[in-house]
Structure formats: structure tokens, C-alpha cells
């Protein structure tokens, strides 16, 4: 499965290559039309929904993760991975927030702007953002998700993280930072197991879920934390 996702992004990138260097014009027509009925096609976010912001902090080292304790009570916060249908493969981001609220949070991250950024970022990093893009409030358009379950305690942790990484990720590329690998550094904080980041979200998520035992519930160890 790895070695045919491997082979997907090669072939996407081999594409943008040509694109870039002139002798891709007709491909580059075609996926800028894709782009462009997407675009047209989803709407656009709702005003209710949040972006959450930060300001910069310092980056959290892979060996300060500490491993979650399970519980079996549901919290009344959650986090819920998510993928959806874009132009090309698709997108993963995250919605977050009160179990009784009907108002979400968006996270995920995306290149900023229209066909070109995403083009070039399949060969160099491009500028990113990291709230809601068009589609991420559309359950007709989604293909997966994992929602798993905080306490309020916890969630206060995971959100600052979510922020803080939202702060922290100014640039994207198509094999490096990307969405899948974004929404996968936020399952590590909660102590979830995470997958290769080279997959199609759909992919991705249902991975996330399988990996984990499809548990709806995480609970953080007292001194889990974060550098600010």
C-alpha cells in the first residue's frame, strides 16, 4: 500500500515538474480547470466557523510526547480527523471542539492560494494556512473520519497544541508537510499511534482509526505538555 502511495506522489510531482518547465502546458490546463470547478462546486465556509490563531512558540520535540492513559468515559471535547474530496487526491484536516456545540473549529494545512501554489509545492515548500478551506464544513463531502473523546482538562492541552502548530507551520509541500502528516503530528500529541504520512487522506484517516482500535476515548498523562 505504502509503495503504491509512493507511486501516486511521484507521479504528481513528475507532473508538476513538467508543468513548471514548459512542457506540461496541456496537464497544467487540466488541473487548473479541476481546481477551478472544485473551487465552484464547494461551498464556501460557514461565517459561524473559528480559525484558531497563536502566536509563535517553540516546536515540540518527538521524545516529549508521553503516552496516553485509556478510559472509557467519553470526555465532553473532541477531536475528529477528517478527509474529504478535493481537485486532485483529497485533503485531511481536523474539526474540533464542545460535544454540545454546534459551532466547530477547522484545522489543517493547505498551500495558500489558488492552482499555482499547489503546483509548485509539489516541488518546492510554498506559503501555507492552517484554518478552514473550501469544503472542510461539508458532510457531502467527506470520505473519512476517527473522532476521539477528551476530558476538559486534556482538551485545553490539545488545543493549545493545535494552535501552537497552526502558528508554527508557515509552509507547505506536497511530500513533506502536508495534510496528512499536519493532522498526524496532533494524533502523536494525544498519544495516538500514526501512520506513514505519504497516503491519500481518505487512506490516512481509516489507517489513524485501524491503528488505534478505532478507540473513541484518550486520556493525557498529568504532566503532558508542551514547550511555549
Known amino acids: ?10 507521479g504528481i510531482t513528475a507532473l508538476a515538474a513538467s508543468i513548471v518547465l514548459g512542457t506540461g502546458s496541456s496537464s497544467a490546463q487540466y488541473l487548473a480547470a ?4 472544485q473551487q465552484d462546486t464547494l461551498p464556501k465556509a460557514k461565517p459561524g466557523a473559528r480559525t484558531a490563531t497563536a502566536g ?7 521524545s516529549d510526547v508521553k503516552p496516553v492513559r485509556r478510559s472509557s468515559v467519553r470526555g465532553p471535547y473532541y477531536v475528529d480527523f477528517r478527509a474529504r474530496t478535493a481537485a486532485s487526491y483529497g485533503h485531511a484536516f481536523i474539526w474540533y471542539g464542545k460535544v454540545n456545540e454546534r459551532q466547530v473549529e ?6 495558500a492560494g489558488d492552482t499555482l501554489p499547489y503546483i509548485l509545492g509539489h516541488l518546492m515548500f510554498v506559503p501555507s494556512e492552517t484554518g478552514a478551506s473550501y469544503g472542510d464544513l461539508d458532510e457531502q463531502y467527506l470520505t473519512a473520519n476517527y473522532r476521539v473523546y477528551l476530558s476538559e482538562a486534556d482538551a485545553k492541552k490539545v488545543f493549545a497544541y493545535i494552535k501552537h502548530l497552526q502558528a508554527t507551520s508557515p509552509l507547505w509541500n506536497a511530500e513533506t508537510t502536508n495534510c496528512t502528516a499536519f493532522i498526524g503530528r496532533i494524533a ?7 501512520p506513514f504520512h505519504l ?5 490516512y484517516v481509516n489507517e489513524l482509526k485501524a491503528l488505534n482500535g478505532g ?4 486520556q493525557l498523562n ?3 505538555d508542551f514547550d511555549h
Do not use: C, N, Y
Not at 500500500?1 to 511521484?10: E, G, N, P, V, Y
Not at 479541476?34 to 470547478?37: F, K, L, T, Y
Not at 477547522?106 to 498551500?111: D, E, I, Q, S
Open 1 to 10: 500500500m505504502i509503495r503504491k502511495d509512493l507511486q501516486f506522489f511521484a
Open 34 to 37: 479541476r481546481a477551478d470547478q
Open 56 to 62: 509563535p512558540i517553540t516546536s515540540l520535540p518527538t
Open 106 to 111: 477547522v484545522a489543517g494545512l493547505h498551500p
Open 188 to 194: 502523536s500529541f494525544m498519544g495516538l499511534k500514526v
Open 199 to 203: 497516503q491519500k487522506p481518505e487512506e
Open 215 to 218: 478507540r473513541k476515548t484518550v
Open 222 to 224: 498529568p504532566d503532558q
